[in-house]
C-alpha cells in the first residue's frame, strides 16, 4: 500500500487530495490499482502519521510467514501427504455477502443471460471478460445500485461475485467497468427475442396483450450538448424540470414481463411515439393479433384510425378525456349496467365501429369521494379562515388562496370565489366563496368511473376490457421498481451510448427481479424480490484461514449456512445451495486448490 496524491487547480490555487492505494497482482501477472481510503486534503504530519501506519500494516503482511517457525516437527502420520495445522491461530478473514449474489447469478443463468452474452462478447485479447463483467454490472445494479466507481471502489470487495465468477480483483479495474457498456448496445434487439423466448418456456408468458406506456429520467450534467443528443429539456414526470432528460418508452405483458422499450429524446410529446414503436414490434415479432393497451395522452385520432385500417386490424384498448363522457352521457344513461365482478359494473356503447365502456367500481368510488371530502373540508376550513383576516393586504389574500389552491387539487373547482377588487380597502370583509353544487354533482356522478373505447368486436373479450386496462398498473410498476428500486436516476455518465447502455444494464435487472417475482407469486403473491433478496443476503461468505507449520496457509471459503428462514424461503422457490469450495493452501505467494476428498 502506499499514498498517492492528486492534484487540482480551484479558481487559481492548487490542491491536492491524497489516498490509499493497494497494487494487487491478479491473473496473468496483471497489476491493478485498488482505492483502499479517500483522505482527501492532508497536511504533511496527517501525512507522515498514514505513512508510518502503512508501514505498519505492510510490515505484517510480509512478516506472517515467521509466525510459525518452520523447523517444527511434522507428525508421522501426515509426513507424505499432509500439513500440521496450528487450530489456535485460526482466523475469520474478509466476510463479504454471498447469499444475494449467488441468488442473482442463479437468476442471470436461468435466464439464459450468461451463455447468450458470451457467444456475443469475446473476451478481448488482454483477456477482459466482457460478460462477466456485463454479469457484475447486472447483479450490482439488482443488489446495491449505484456508480460504476463504487463497484470498482468498494462493493466488488464487500460481494462474493468474485468468488462466484472465478474472477479476483482484476475483473472490476475501473475503464474495463466502462469499456463494458460500449459492447452491449448492438445486441439490444437480438435480447429482446431471447427473453421473449424466455419468459414463454419458463413462465408460459402469453403476449396477446401489450402495456405501453412512457416515463423520463433525468440527468446530472449541464448543456450544451450535440444538435442530436437525445439528453434535452422536456415535460418531467420526476418534477426536475432542471435537468435535461431521455424519455424511455416500455412494453410489457399483463404479468410484468417487459417484451421491449426504446430511449427517444427528451423533448419527445407522447402523442409522437405510438407510430414508430408499433412497427418496430411489428418488424421484430411479425404481424399477430395483439391488444394494445394505453393511456389517453398517448394514441392519436390518425394512429387509431391507422390501426383500425391495418390488415390484420391491430386492436387497442385507450383511456378516454372526461369531455367525450359528456358527448356520450345521454347515449350511455339508457344502457344497463353489468356485472363483470364482485363491485365492477361495465356498460357497453357500439359507435361508429368502436366499443365504448364505461366502468364504475365500487370500491373506486369509495376511495375518490372520501379523497374528494377530505380535500374539499381542508378547503372550506382555509377560506373561512382567510374570510375573517381583516390585517391583510389584497395581494397577501391572493398569495393565501393560491397556497389553499395547490393543497385542494381539484376540488378547488367546487368552490366559486369573489376575487376582491384592487379598488377594495379591506379585502377580507368584501371576499366571498361558495359551494358550487352543481359542480359537485356533476363530479360525484363520475366518481369511480372511467371511459374507455376499443375497436375489439369480440364478445368474450368485451367483458374483459376493464381488466385489461386496469393491468396498465403493470408498467407504471415497472416504472416505479426502474427507478427507486434499481435506481436508474439520476444518470451521471456523458456520452450518449453509454447513456443508453446503462439503461441496459437497468433493464436486465429489472428482468432478474421479474423473473424473481415469478415465481414467488406461485408461492406467496405478496412477497416481494426485494424481501427475498434482503433475507438471502445475510448469507456470508468468510475466508477461514489455519497457518501450517512451514508458514503457508490453509484456507477454507465457507459460506455461513442459512437458518431456519432462508432455508424455508430456498425450499419453496425450489433452490438448492451449491457445494462449498474446496480449500486452497498458499504457496509461494499463490494459492493452490486442493482436492476436497483429500485428508489433511
Known sequence: MYLKCNVRRKDGKEHRYWSIMENRRCSGGKIVQRPVLYLGEINDSQRESWCRVIEVFDGEKSQALALFPADRDIPPHASNYGVQVDLRRMELRRPRQWGGCWLACELYTQLGLDDFWKQRVAPSREGTNWADILQTLVCYRLLDPGSEWRLHRQWFEQSAMGDLLGHDYGLVEKNALYRTLDHILPHK?????????????????????????????????????????????????DKRSDCVQVVIALV???????????????????????????????????????????????????????????????????????????????DLASLPWKEVRQG?????????????????????????????????????????????????????????????KELAGRSFQLVDIAWPDPG??????????????????????????????????????????????????????????????????????????????????????????????????????????????????????????FPTSDGRQLIFRRYTQPNTDQKILLHQLNLTLPEQLPPQISSNGNLVSLSSNRPL
Not at 427473453?195 to 423520463?216: I, P
Not at 368485451?462 to 416504472?479: D, I, K, N, P, T
Not at 427507478?483 to 455518465?493: C, E, F, V
Not at 417475482?517 to 477461514?544: P, T, Y
Open 424 to 545: 377594495w380597502s379591506v379585502p377580507g370583509e368584501n371576499f366571498r366563496f361558495t359551494l358550487n353544487r352543481a359542480k359537485l354533482r356533476e363530479v360525484r356522478r363520475r366518481e369511480g368511473r372511467y371511459l374507455l373505447r376499443s375497436n375489439i368486436t369480440d364478445t368474450d373479450k368485451e367483458s374483459r376490457l376493464w381488466e385489461f386496462y386496469m393491468q396498465l398498473g403493470q408498467v407504471e410498476e415497472a416504472f416505479k421498481n426502474l427507478k427507486s428500486d434499481l435506481a436508474l436516476r439520476p444518470i451521471y455518465h456523458q456520452l450518449e451510448h453509454r447513456i443508453e447502455a446503462h439503461i441496459l444494464v437497468a433493464f436486465i435487472s429489472y428482468c432478474l427481479h421479474v423473473s424473481l417475482r415469478a415465481r414467488l407469486r406461485k408461492v406467496a403473491g405478496g412477497l416481494s424480490s426485494r424481501a427475498v433478496l434482503d433475507k438471502l443476503a445475510a448469507i456470508q461468505m468468510l475466508d477461514v484461514h
Open 344 to 404: 365492477v359494473e361495465v356498460k357497453l356503447l357500439p359507435k361508429q365501429g368502436e366499443m365504448y365502456l364505461l366502468a364504475q367500481s365500487r370500491d373506486r368510488v369509495h376511495k375518490e369521494r372520501s379523497m374528494r371530502r377530505r380535500a374539499l373540508k381542508v378547503l372550506l376550513k382555509r377560506l373561512g379562515v382567510l374570510g375573517k383576516m381583516r390585517d391583510v393586504s389584497r395581494d397577501e389574500l391572493l398569495i393565501k388562496i393560491g397556497q389553499a
Open 252 to 330: 410489457v405483458t399483463p404479468e410484468g414481463f417487459p417484451l421491449a422499450y426504446e430511449v427517444l429524446p427528451g423533448n419527445t410529446s407522447d402523442k409522437t411515439t405510438l407510430k414508430d414503436f408499433l412497427k418496430k414490434i411489428e418488424d421484430q415479432y411479425g404481424k399477430a393479433e395483439r391488444i394494445w393497451v394505453m393511456d389517453r395522452g398517448i394514441p392519436t385520432e390518425e394512429v387509431l384510425a391507422e390501426m383500425r385500417a391495418s390488415d390484420p386490424p391491430v386492436q387497442y384498448l385507450v383511456g378516454t378525456p372526461k369531455g367525450r363522457l359528456s358527448k356520450l352521457e345521454a
Open 189 to 237: 434487439r437480438a435480447l429482446f427475442s431471447h427473453l421473449r423466448q424466455r419468459w414463454q418456456d419458463l413462465f408460459g408468458a402469453k403476449f396477446e396483450v401489450l402495456l405501453y406506456d412512457l416515463t423520463s429520467t433525468y440527468f446530472e450534467s449541464d448543456p450544451p450538448f450535440p444538435e442530436k443528443d437525445k439528453r434535452k429539456y422536456g415535460y418531467s414526470r
